[in-house]
């Protein structure tokens, strides 16, 4: 997002930290689209996705006192982001079962096609993974963190996260082999 | 299968990720606005939620000072107003006692055609004014003997009710209840103790009548006064000084207590009422809170949620009160999915293996106390009675052993009432703060006879009231 340092952003940040209402809605709106998107990929949902948005953006205005203006405040909203939905993650951790993905057909797909789809459609491939495959995958190859820091954050070993990662592209690649032309006809138009 | 390479694979979605702009929705600006409201206290409920405790303490502290000293000032007014009564007729003699005299002498000796012996005051004024014209004295006498006939005849009832109270029982009276007045010499049935005032007085009389022949027969009748008092004279002038600075001897008299004894007794009688009407005092407000742990099944308990209550009570008797009020609560409860009637389109897809309930809760209690034990400072008491439910916020969180894509992850909403759900039964102590605020500890238990909620679920809920109980002025 450009000039997010610029002096309109400080001058919002200004009026976060004195608790104005208008300059956190701005703010919030501002950064709606990219905090959202991080939110999706370590979710499995859109609801959850916005609960954490929430929750982070809540910590962002009652935090904003802790933020280093001389840094991006792009790059600290989006650690915020993540760390609330590492969270959340851990929270629910006991409860999910990690090898819970249907795997699919060998269907031979046009690479075109897979290159045509929707965004959404693609996010929703990401959080069709078990928890610790799209966390890992998120944090790695988005967000791109060493597997000595998703390990750390975690709480599992390097190896564990290796594995995570070489399984979630696994199940990418079977679940974008599962997408025909009908199917992203239908997502399409 | 596509045979994407690791690179390509990440790139694709990296690029997904980043160039993905979702659509801001206002009404998620509008959640996290109240929460921020709530946190700033810029909403009555978020301010009372953060700093509930404090206000009511602020408001307690002083308020409980008020009521205490507003009732010990009225308890210790009254109890002088008591003590009053009880006095009075001790308090008031002396004061009486100096007019009475003279009207009773006027009284006893109406045929005694000199005037008797008057008050000191009246007698100084008469001195006063006869000084300057010693001529017109005898005027004067027949004026005063007018007078005290007079006035002799208006406070005969008075001194008929001094008389009786002044009587004192025989027991207690050395005289046989019969009380001997100071100002009377023995001899004319009194203790002699003020009857200094008599010679006194007649030799004021006679030093300013002197040898004015017109009161010569005054002068005759004072002598034959101080003759009858002879006996008495000699004793009284030896300690003329004495007696006249110990004015109230009489009260050091034995008889005396024996007044101050007996009238506390009548006094007390009307204090009985009122500490049976304070045990019947038909009103009163409990404003509680209590942990709420609400369970299925007595198991899988999570953190206990939070209850608030206002309760009105009345007395049907000094032990039964009838109760009634409102309860908001925040339950929160785990419970196997198989103890929830699940719609279908939860269970179509996946079934979950437990859900996780948060419900904010509206509840009516109605039902009875007894008071089993009760003394001055506490009671002891057993509740009973029935409650109904209004759901006011409900959210379910469906916990899958796998996920499936679709399946359902919460349900959030509101159900509303679900009558006379719940049976109440409590035990409680009560301790006397103040005379119109106590204290109440008072552990509870809501048995379900039917399921409420989204899901039916047989909601049971234990906790303990502690709650401040404040009796109203009307009764």
Redesign the interface.
Known sequence: MPGYTSAVLIELLDGCLQ?N?RS??LL??QF???A??IC??YT??R??A?EI??DG??KV??KLDTFDSSRSFKTWLSRIMINTALDHYRQEVR???FD??EVAD????D?TV??K?A??E??EL?Q?L?PSYRIV?SLS??DGYTHEEIADQLNISVGASKSNLSRA?EK???M??KINIGDYDRVTR | ????P?DE??K???K??????????PE??N???K??DA??GKVAGGWFKKWWPLGLLALLVPAGFVVYFFTKSTVSESAKTKQNVAITPRLEEPAAHPVSRAEENATRKPEDPVAPPVSRAEENATRKSKEPAAPSVSKMIRNKEAEIAKSSSISNSNITDYQRRKKLPRSQSKTGGVYLEPNRSKQEGGDGAFSINKIAESKAVRSVLGNNAVSQDIIANQDRIEQTISEDQARLLISAATLASRTLNWENQPEIPAVTFSAPEPASEPAKPEKVKKDYAKWAVRLGYSPDLSTVGFKNYTKPGAAFSLLIEYGLSSRLYLQAGVVRSVKDYTANAGEYKLPKYVTDINTPYDVDGSCTMFEIPVGLRYNVVRDEQSKWFVGTGVSSYYAQKERYNY???????GQK?YWQGKTGWFLLSHINASVGYERTITKKLSLVAEPYIRIPVKGVGYGKVNLTTVGMWISLRYTPAFK
């Open positions: 608790k209402r956190q809605e919030y709106k709606y689209g990219y959202m998107s999706l990929r499995r949902s609801e959850e916005k948005l929430n953006f809540y205005f009652t409860r999910d079962v819970d993905v060998n269907v031979t797909v690479e897979i290159s789809l965004h959404e693609l996010m990401i069709r078990t995958f190859v988005i592209r990418l690649r079977e974008l082999s | 299968m596509i045979e994407l690791d694979l990440d694709l979605f990296r997904s990720s980043e160039e993905l702009d979702p659509q801001f929705d998620d600006w959640k996290l606005k929460r921020l946190h700033d916990n899958y052993e796998h996920y499936i894509h992850p």
